[in-house]
């Protein structure tokens, strides 16, 4: 059964995050639609990583299994011929080689976080920054970001319905910097734990704030308690831009 490799972007403010749910509009359910309304089948969708409510992504890859050999093209302009009343879209998809799966043959999971950091409340994108009035200073952030890198026990960050099997995990990359009027966070590991980029991402905003420091983040990481984050950045900001394979 040939596998397809599918990129794709979508706005979350329509969805109740990415995994399908009776009766709850998915990213997910909007996907597996388009496939049965082009070849007729019911199947699962496979995705690198599960987005929640609101949590927009440009990166995404899922995979889909279809019982005929179609050009990769034509898979790519059907789907998209029946997700035009969603707010999904295909950008690229190819035949996946043997063995590969989107989520278990991923090593890399690339996220950013956008902070509209102005008086003025957006208006073009309302639902996809977190505005914040108050100027930050990005390169304290930034300066703070470096406790968070490497290997650590993340229960401080870590939501507490997340079914991870560890706290600890790698992270490769934090960085903050500023771009106009805007602030932006970005995070690169194998893994995350379920909401740990917003939940370090609104510890690092009271460090911009000048309500942290440096040390208390450090503090906070090696407190391993979920009492010592600080507020959790909401979902509107957050996107999931990539997603690394062995094979790139």
């Not at 399908?20 to 699962?44: H, N, T, W």
């Not at 190819?94 to 950013?112: C, D, I, K, V």
Request: with cysteine; hydrophobic share 40%.
């Amino acid at each position: 059964m040939p596998r397809y490799r599918l990129l794709i972007e979508y706005d979350g403010r329509p969805y109740n995050g990415f995994q399908a749910q009776a009766d709850q509009p998915s990213v997910q359910g909007a996907l597996e639609a388009a496939v049965k309304a082009f070849s007729g089948q019911d199947i699962r969708v496979a995705a690198a990583g599960r987005t929640d409510t609101g949590v927009h992504a440009t990166g995404q890859v899922v995979h889909v299994d279809l019982e005929r050999d179609w050009p990769a093209q034509t898979v790519m302009n059907a789907l998209n011929a029946h997700l035009t009343r969603e707010a999904v879209s295909v950008l690229d998809a190819s035949a996946a080689p043997e063995g590969w799966h989107a989520r278990f043959s991923a090593n890399e999971r690339r996220y950013l976080y956008r902070i509209l950091n102005r008086r003025a409340p957006p208006a073009l994108d309302k639902g996809k920054v977190w505005h914040m009035k108050k100027e930050l200073d990005a390169d304290a952030m930034h300066a703070a970001a470096q406790a968070l890198v490497g290997l650590h026990d993340f229960t401080t960050f870590r939501d507490m319905h997340c079914q991870s099997k560890s706290p600890v995990k790698t992270l490769d990359v934090a960085r903050v910097l500023r771009a106009g009027d805007e602030v932006h966070l970005v995070f690169e590991a194998r893994s995350f734990l379920h909401r740990q980029v917003r939940s370090m991402t609104g510890t690092l905003v009271e460090v911009g704030a000048g309500r942290w420091t440096a040390d208390d983040v450090r503090a906070a990481l090696e407190a391993r308690d979920r009492k010592a984050c600080g507020p959790v950045a909401p979902a509107d900001g957050l996107y999931l831009t990539g997603v690394g394979y062995e094979d790139e």
